[in-house]
């Protein structure tokens, strides 16, 4: 029997499949049997049998593995917590760590606790969600500002506008916070840090300004044994906040958040995710350690290597490919390294951009592929998109059969919307030589409806050409 929150959810989830935004009952895996070119696996480790058995041993030498029983307030401080810590603390030369159970906990612990009252934030405007969710619940009333994404020119119009609504920051009474990630998960591109620091000490008086960097996407691929890429632009100094994610790259869970001793501290006391989480269980630890070890080793290195060659001839191929493909139904968003970037600093990321998202997605799904598409509303029309992303245990055969299923697409798409066009202009000569009367003389007011994955014509008429 229905209710009103029965039905308010119901025409909820309607509303939003009616809108094409992706919508889902995870009642199944996602299984795929083609490559992946999709996941964020970026050093291809969740499937690595030699980091499955360094965590098989790890773990046999642990003589507990199981829950804590608590959150780490209450029962579930564990040495294997602070000795991490610890480990991650000298790793990435930080004035002090802080483990949490996932990115979003960490970020929504920060952004809600750290910023006081009479401090302001100003954000990426493609910044993560945790970040956002965080910032909501902060102290920070009426005062968050966001800058086009990566525009130094609008941060430096954000920073000047909180410089000025805010006497007590442009006098060194209070601190404005600048948000953004380091690797952009939908665009693929990096931040251009090194600016945002030059202006950050250009404008904010000294010791106003807190740099936070979310390295969710670029931790393990990017920096010396992949600390970052902070670490990779020796800016460690200069940040002051540094977010680490173990989901992507390092092939499991949890978080890690650099910063100064008296945040971590505070963050303890007041970050409410962190108060309210029972902690990590050890056996989590152990998988973290061996992830890690892996990584920093050779091998680690190799992965990295191999990570940036194959994104560099993917890009390459990708590049010629396309320009022989409408610009409308598939290209590769612009992703220009900023100034300043070494040569070795590669995205592995690929927004392909599409008018067509569902149906691309569609075929490469129908050939065993995990894509998934992004369309509108999640994406502003004309930036819809199927993101492709490269592993280090891919291959060049591999992406160059995906790029070749993804011109085949292309060519079918071509292919049909001239066959639609023939018949349009079959329908409108049809109609002037009938001497039809219509309302409205205009191809799509004739109700001609092209739609090139259904494939049909309607006319108002009644006539359906399908």
């Known amino acids: ?54 965590f098989l041993d790890e773990l046999s030498r642990s003589p507990l593995v199981f829950g ?147 390295e969710a996407h670029s931790t393990g691929i990017c920096g010396p044994q992949g600390r970052g890429l902070v670490a990779a632009l020796n800016l460690d100094s200069h940040i002051d906040t540094v977010l680490h994610t173990f989901g992507k790259a390092r092939a499991f869970v949890g978080a890690v958040i650099l910063t100064s001793p008296v945040i971590r501290k505070y963050m303890i ?37 191999r990570l940036r060659r194959l994104s560099v001839y993917f890009e390459q191929r990708l590049v010629s490919t396309l320009q022989d493909i409408p610009s409308s139904l598939l290209t590769l968003r612009a992703r220009n390294n900023p100034p300043e970037f070494p040569v070795e600093i590669v995205s592995p990321i690929f927004p392909i951009i599409t008018s067509a998202p569902i149906s691309l997605a569609s075929f490469l799904q129908r050939l065993g592929y995990a894509a998934l598409p992004i369309p509108y509303p ?21 992406v160059d059969g995906l790029l070749g299923h993804m011109v085949e697409w292309a060519t079918m798409m071509q292919t049909q919307e001239m066959q639609l066009e023939q018949v349009a202009i079959g329908v409108v000569n049809a109609a002037t030589r009938q001497e039809t009367s219509f309302e409205t003389l205009r191809v799509d007011s004739l109700a001609v409806q092209l739609s090139s994955t259904a494939c049909q014509i309607q006319v108002d008429t009644g006539i359906r050409v399908a």
């Open 269 to 305: 006391n007041y970050g409410r995710p962190f108060i309210y989480s029972t902690s990590l269980p050890r056996s989590s630890i152990c998988a973290l350690n061996a992830s890690f070890d892996y990584i920093e080793s050779p091998i680690g290195t190799e992965l990295m290597d």
């Open 68 to 214: 804590t029983g608590g959150s780490r307030l209450m029962s579930g401080n564990l040495s294997a917590h602070t000795e991490f810590e610890a480990r991650m603390k000298t790793f990435f030369g930080a004035p002090a760590a802080l483990l949490f159970n996932s990115g979003y906990d960490a970020n929504v612990s920060f952004w809600h606790s750290v910023p006081q009252a009479g401090d302001a934030v100003i954000l990426d405007e493609y910044v993560h969600a945790s970040t956002r969710d965080g910032v909501a619940t902060s102290r920070i009333k009426g005062s968050l500002y966001t800058f086009a994404h990566n525009s130094v020119s609008s941060l430096c119009d954000c920073i000047s506008r909180v410089l000025e609504k805010h006497p007590d920051i442009a006098a060194g009474k209070g601190t404005v916070f600048i948000a953004v990630e380091s690797l952009y998960s939908m665009d693929g591109d990096f931040a251009p840090l090194p600016e945002i620091v030059r202006l950050t000490k250009e404008l904010v008086p000294p010791g106003c300004a807190h740099i936070v960097v979310d």
């Open 378 to 398: 999640v994406e502003p029309r004309g930036q819809e998109r199927v993101r492709v992303v490269v592993h280090a245990r891919n291959t060049e055969e591999e």
């Open 1 to 54: 029997m229905s209710n009103p929150l029965t039905t308010a959810l119901e025409k909820a989830l309607r509303g939003r499949q009616k809108r094409s935004v992706p919508t889902t009952d995870l009642l199944y895996e996602t299984s795929f049997s083609a490559p992946d070119l999709f996941s964020n696996d970026y050093l291809s480790l969740t499937t690595e049998p030699q980091l499955r058995q360094s």
